[in-house]
């Protein structure tokens, strides 16, 4: 995994988005517009004074002029994240139940009918990743919401699937700009680690013939090294990992605007590291979130 280089102070900036504040426990999907919040911001006095434009725009000038207002050691980024869709493991859980899962069958690769061994997506879970293509083609040319620039995502099969189905060629308006498809494969962001065979992932060779327009991160072994058969990785442990991953983010990408696609636990794991507010995402779900780092 990829080495931290410097420490930032990491916080969710919450009052954009309805997530920003969940009413109740269940689990959210992909909100109309991801949740953007309608609202006026200090810079429509000059960008919009007519109240013409359409909310994404609005906000998405207002995060420019946050970057360049701002001061040295301070920067924000608006980060798309994504559960993968639907998994074979999903389907295993939901029919014994998660007290079954947990004691025996997370254990197995598979039950004689499926493998769930680094999960692939089910039919359905291949529906979701093609309703969230259909969602950034929609939302871009008809809400003016703004493509991720660059493209993250966790090297089980579940997330690469559903990144390169929601992503690839996608189908804009005139105008809308998206810049060409080039994810990058990060460990830290992967699902929680140990005892879950869903959650070991498969050699880098076989990632690299089966998903070639992903580039892998420096250091990606050919087996999986983090994984273990007999421990279970704690949330704040899986914590640590994704503050890394954004430490990395903040560090090396000048990109405002990206997209993570992972695991309900790792973007449970986000939200302790910022102080979000917990939100549970359904397969093939999206939130957004405005992150601000301030280098320490």
């Known amino acids: 995994m990829s080495s931290r280089t410097s420490k930032f102070r990491l916080t969710a900036v919450a009052g954009f988005f309805s997530q920003d ?8 999907t992909t909100l109309p517009g991801l949740g953007l919040i309608s609202q006026t911001y200090d810079t429509d006095a000059v960008y919009d004074p007519n109240h013409e434009k359409p909310d994404w725009e609005r906000f998405v000038h207002y995060l420019n002029h946050l970057n360049k207002s701002t001061a040295a050691n301070v920067s924000y980024k608006l980060i798309y994240a994504a559960r993968h869709g639907q998994g074979y493991h999903n389907v295993k859980e939901a029919e014994v139940g998660t007290v079954e ?16 061994a680094d999960a692939h997506l089910t039919p359905k879970g291949i529906e979701d990743a093609l309703a ?23 090297p089980l099969t579940r997330c690469l699937q559903t990144c390169s189905m929601a992503f690839t060629n996608l189908a804009v308006a005139p105008g809308v700009e998206n810049l060409p498809f080039k994810p990058i494969i990060k460990e830290m962001i992967r699902e929680r680690l140990g005892i879950h065979t869903c959650d070991r992932r498969s050699p880098r060779s076989a990632i690299t013939t089966n998903f070639p327009e992903f580039t892998i991160e420096d250091g990606f072994s050919e087996e999986d090294k983090l994984w273990v058969p007999d421990v279970r990785e704690t949330l704040a442990e899986h914590a640590v990992r994704i503050e890394a991953f954004l430490e990395y983010l903040f560090g090396n990408d000048e990109e405002q ?6 695991h309900s636990g790792s973007i449970l794991a986000l939200w302790q590291v910022i102080g979000h507010e917990e939100v549970r995402v359904v397969p093939g779900g999206i939130v ?3 992150i601000k780092a301030e280098l320490v």
Do not use: Q
């Open 132 to 154: 969230m293509k259909t969602f950034w083609e929609t939302s871009s040319s008809n809400l003016k919401l703004p493509l991720a620039r660059h493209h993250y995502a966790s």
């Open 257 to 262: 605007i990206v997209s993570v696609t992972a």
């Open 21 to 28: 504040a969940p009413t109740g426990p269940s689990e959210t």
């Open 101 to 116: 899962w947990e004691r025996y069958w997370a254990r197995l690769d598979g039950d004689g009918h499926t493998t769930w």
């Open 288 to 290: 957004p979130v405005l």
